[in-house]
């Protein structure tokens, strides 16, 4: 129809260029602040790897412990055991574990880093929006590179959190550390809706293409 027509021509709403701004503006203050994280980052670990860091400078490191048995008497006076298993705890890393606060920092680079091309390419696609035609090719793929990158931030919280206990394990031997390795359908759901759009996309730009076509 009418409307119909008018999109696939290229003339984008005036209130979808609006928000696409306004987006775009949040994503790139984000950006600015993941590009100083990444600096930021990168100047830390070089700093701890070549000289000792000072006691005020703190770092805790987040991992899955199994604390030590319980136990309370119920009504009867009867003694109850508790396990208390996988407790996300915090540790404050000492000056001295120089290697330790170097790999935090570095496997949170990479996902800094990951986040950081993310945002990039959600920029890219929200200019597309804004200054030029929605369904061009470039912008399926800009939505096919998200949803992988977004599967790839997840997946690397299974290796990072894998290395990351086996090194507190071996720093701090009596710390009964451990990793779980949880089934989570959220990102799974968020790559399958974006992988749908990216398609919607990709068919949009097809039914763009045919019309261009037939005028």
Do not use: C
Not at 105 to 131: D, E, M, P
């Amino acid at each position: 129809d009418y409307r119909f027509s008018i999109i696939m021509n290229g003339s984008s709403s005036p209130r979808l260029r609006r928000l696409a701004r306004w987006v775009e503006r949040v994503l790139s203050f984000f950006l600015v602040i993941g590009i100083l994280g990444l600096f930021g980052s990168v100047i830390y670990a070089v700093y701890v790897a070549v000289a000792p860091a000072p006691p005020q400078l703190t770092h805790t490191v987040r991992i899955e412990i199994d604390p030590f048995s319980h136990s309370f008497q119920d009504e009867t006076g009867a003694l109850v055991p508790v396990e208390l298993r996988h407790v996300e705890a915090e540790i404050s890393l000492p000056p001295a574990q120089r290697k330790l606060r170097v790999l935090d920092t570095a496997l949170n680079l990479v996902k800094i880093f990951l986040g950081v091309v993310i945002i990039v390419q959600l920029r890219r696609f929200l200019r597309s929006i804004r200054l030029d035609h929605p369904f061009v090719p470039a912008n399926a793929i800009r939505l096919r590179r998200i949803a992988w990158l977004t599967l790839l931030v997840f997946g690397w919280q299974v290796p990072s959190r894998f290395i990351l206990a086996s090194e507190v394990s071996h720093a701090f031997p009596h710390l009964n550390s451990n990793l779980t390795l949880g089934l989570d359908l959220g990102p799974v759901l968020l790559l399958l809706i974006i992988l749908i759009i990216a398609e919607v996309f990709n068919l949009g730009v097809t039914m763009k293409n045919d019309q261009d076509l037939t005028v």
